[in-house]
């Protein structure tokens, strides 16, 4: 509400009331014949419909965001994944960074992976492992850090992995150690070219020279 007043002082309720019937113009004298003004009526400004549209148009927008991001990628048309790339403000922000995928945070990771409907591996990380996983990022040991991806993949298979020698384990429930890396983690993949292997030593050293971590 704007409350708009004249030069003169406010008076009272009952001349705000009677200023109502009179024109603007009306200048009522008192006993000694003097002049004084009456105060015309505050005037309400309507609410702004434009901010209640705005508003009104960004519910509807999280609304369809929300509904959209309960499917997976598969189950999405082509004009839902666009319409999350054109209105998912969080997203945009990610993807304006312009770095690879292998230069994003592990929640940077989980939120594109949770937003564009892919499997989710980060969410199986922890925060210890999440923390590891940005440590290695910003060291520039991506192999390191692809390493726990793998680890990440691992646990979509849900409690049950193969391990060493025809062992089976629960990657869900498994810390990420070099120990376990090396009984059971490393023997969940057909490693025919040996790259596994490789994020997963990277892995390793990386842990053995920041063992706080």
């Not at 990610?94 to 591996?121: C, H, P, R, W």
């Not at 390191?144 to 990657?171: C, F």
Request: glycine share 4%; net charge negative.
């Amino acid at each position: 509400m704007t409350i708009q007043f004249n030069s003169a002082p406010f008076l009272s309720t009952d001349s705000a009331r009677l200023s109502s019937s009179w024109s603007s113009s009306t200048k009522p004298t008192d006993s000694s014949g003097g002049t004084f003004y009456i105060p015309q009526l505050a005037q309400e400004t309507p609410a702004s419909s434009d901010s209640a549209v705005e508003t009104k148009n960004m519910k509807s927008v999280e609304a369809r965001l929300a509904e959209i991001k309960a499917k997976d990628a598969m189950s999405r048309t082509q004009e839902e994944q666009e319409f999350v790339r054109a209105n998912d403000k969080k997203l945009a922000e990610i993807t304006a960074q312009g770095k690879s995928l292998e230069e994003l945070t592990a929640e940077e990771l989980d939120y594109m992976q949770k937003a564009t409907g892919f499997v989710n591996t980060m969410a199986n990380l922890s925060p210890k492992e999440k923390a590891l996983y940005n440590k290695a990022v910003a060291s520039g040991d991506t192999e390191a850090a692809e390493g726990i991806s793998q680890i990440a993949l691992i646990r979509m298979m849900g409690h049950m992995a193969r391990g060493t020698d025809g062992t089976t384990y629960d990657p869900l429930n498994t810390e990420i150690t070099a120990a376990n890396i090396e009984k059971y983690f490393r023997h969940s993949f057909s490693d025919p070219t040996g790259e596994v292997t490789s994020r997963f030593q990277a892995l390793i050293r990386f842990m053995d020279e920041n063992p706080d971590a």
